[in-house]
């Protein structure tokens, strides 16, 4: 770990009394932040916003969230640093000529357009620089840590079209069943979780160990009677259904497969699917992936 250096910026007048020209906002080993450059970030945040949504993806930011997500891009910084990643002056000057080349517009045009936002070229310049080491970031690090099912992505199209009478489903499931009186009326509702844990434990309730199971293969919606049909289009798979109740007997249905009958509308909304969950999930790893690091550098925040 580096020596962290605390640095106070002082003027001296010509009569020798000194003046008080910034506060240390933050440390992270041997970088010091001062509170006049979380301030000027502060200032700019909409700017910073447009160029950079996935960086700075809030419209307000206090100046001690600011100080902590200025810690944590030197983190990445850092990081990618260790596994060779570094992003030169000549790789960030290529990036701006391609987006000058891309929307059509000279230097000139560009300097204009970013004192209108009220940002200055060598800003712009660090700022695409943090936005290539971030999208390195996710990309290296963040990625390979996300995984996410084809079960997951159609689990979460069905959610999204509950209500979508039109779909039809193929399933294939096993039924697993027992007569009604020998099921406790307080344990209707949670006997999908007991069997839940069936699965994985190998244990059942001894009042249940007589269940039954029929493995039923594969069935479309058109096999099945309505009010059924209603309880597997909502169950998941690899979950069971909730019970049903049919001649006396209580059934709930393990989902091995269930996929639709027609399914371009999935194929055409799935890479859709993927980033939703990629998002949400990808958050709280990232999250738990700065805690982890954190612990590797000194770091102070004085706001």
């Excluded at 560009?110 to 290539?132: C, D, V």
């Excluded at 159609?154 to 193929?170: C, E, I, P, R």
């Amino acid at each position: 770990m580096k020596n962290p250096a605390l640095i106070l910026l002082f003027l001296f007048t010509f009569n020798t009394h000194a003046v008080l020209l910034d506060k240390v906002a933050g440390v992270i080993n041997d970088k010091v932040y001062s509170l006049s450059e979380i301030v000027r970030v502060k200032e700019t945040i909409s700017a910073r916003k447009e160029i950079a949504p996935f960086i700075y993806v809030k419209n307000k930011y206090t100046n001690n969230e600011i100080l902590k997500l200025q810690q944590k891009l030197f983190i990445i910084k850092d990081k990618l640093s260790e596994l060779g990643f570094v992003v030169s002056d000549d790789s960030v000057e290529a990036r701006i000529k391609e987006t000058e080349q891309r929307l059509g517009l000279r230097r000139a045009d560009l300097l204009e357009f970013l004192k209108s936002k009220g940002i200055s070229f060598i800003e712009y310049f660090e700022l695409i620089r943090e936005a290539t080491e971030f999208n390195i970031f996710n990309r290296r690090i963040i990625a390979p840590l996300v995984n996410i099912t084809e079960q997951e992505i159609k689990n979460y199209y069905y959610k999204m079209n509950s209500n979508n009478k039109a779909l039809s489903f193929k399933y294939e499931i096993v039924d697993f069943y027992l007569p009604e009186n020998k099921v406790m009326k307080e344990d209707l509702e949670r006997l999908k979780f007991i069997l839940e844990e069936y699965q994985k434990t190998g244990n059942l309730p001894s009042l249940y160990r007589d269940i039954e199971t029929t493995n039923l293969g594969h069935v479309s919606d058109d096999d099945l009677p309505k009010e059924l049909s209603k309880i597997l289009k909502v169950t998941d798979e690899g979950t069971f259904s909730n019970p049903y109740i049919k001649s006396n007997l209580v059934h709930l249905f393990y989902v091995k497969k269930k996929d639709l009958t027609a399914s371009q509308d999935f194929i055409a909304k799935k890479d859709s699917i993927y980033n939703s969950i990629y998002m949400e999930r990808s958050k709280s790893i990232t999250t738990n992936w700065f805690s982890r690091e954190a612990l590797n550098y000194y770091i102070l925040e004085n706001i």
